[in-house]
């Protein structure tokens, strides 16, 4: 686990998420999300939690967690966050799945850039 991936900013993602509008999955409904999904059957709840908790190895070799938030009704997780779990899990670049996250990461490029001093 690096600085960056923590719980803490594995939720921030979520709440992001949420905030943008993507509507919240409760860890009982991620079982049956295509993405999650093995031979057309939804996956055992165990295998969902060991995702968020333990994680799953990379083609690379990383650690790679479901991001989830907790909420007053349990852990939820969000489409999004399913989709970059399996993008990181095989290794492809980030790119924006919203025009939302498309903002986000245009606002951080030119930070850095001013940063730099260009």
């Given at each position: 686990?690096?600085?960056?991936?923590?719980?803490k900013?594995?939720?921030?993602?979520?709440?992001?998420?949420?905030?943008?509008?993507?509507?919240?999955?409760?860890?009982?409904?991620?079982r049956?999300?295509?993405?999650?999904?093995?031979?057309?059957?939804?996956?055992d709840?165990?295998?969902?939690?060991?995702?968020v908790?333990?994680?799953?190895?990379?083609?690379?070799?990383r650690?790679?967690?479901?991001?989830?938030?907790?909420?007053?009704?349990g852990?939820?997780?969000?489409?999004?966050?399913?989709?970059?779990?399996?993008?990181?899990?095989?290794?492809?670049?980030?790119?924006p799945?919203?025009?939302?996250?498309?903002?986000?990461?245009?606002?951080?490029?030119?930070?850095?850039?001013?940063?730099?001093?260009?």
């Amino acid at each position: 686990m690096t600085e960056f991936d923590t719980p803490k900013t594995r939720a921030a993602a979520i709440l992001r998420d949420l905030t943008d509008g993507c509507p919240a999955i409760t860890i009982t409904d991620a079982r049956s999300h295509p993405l999650l999904m093995r031979n057309g059957k939804r996956a055992d709840l165990p295998v969902i939690y060991r995702l968020v908790n333990v994680g799953a190895k990379s083609a690379s070799g990383r650690r790679i967690y479901l991001e989830t938030a907790r909420q007053r009704h349990g852990q939820v997780t969000t489409d999004r966050a399913i989709q970059r779990f399996t993008e990181r899990l095989n290794d492809i670049e980030h790119c924006p799945t919203s025009r939302a996250d498309a903002d986000r990461a245009e606002k951080l490029i030119d930070a850095r850039l001013a940063a730099a001093g260009l």
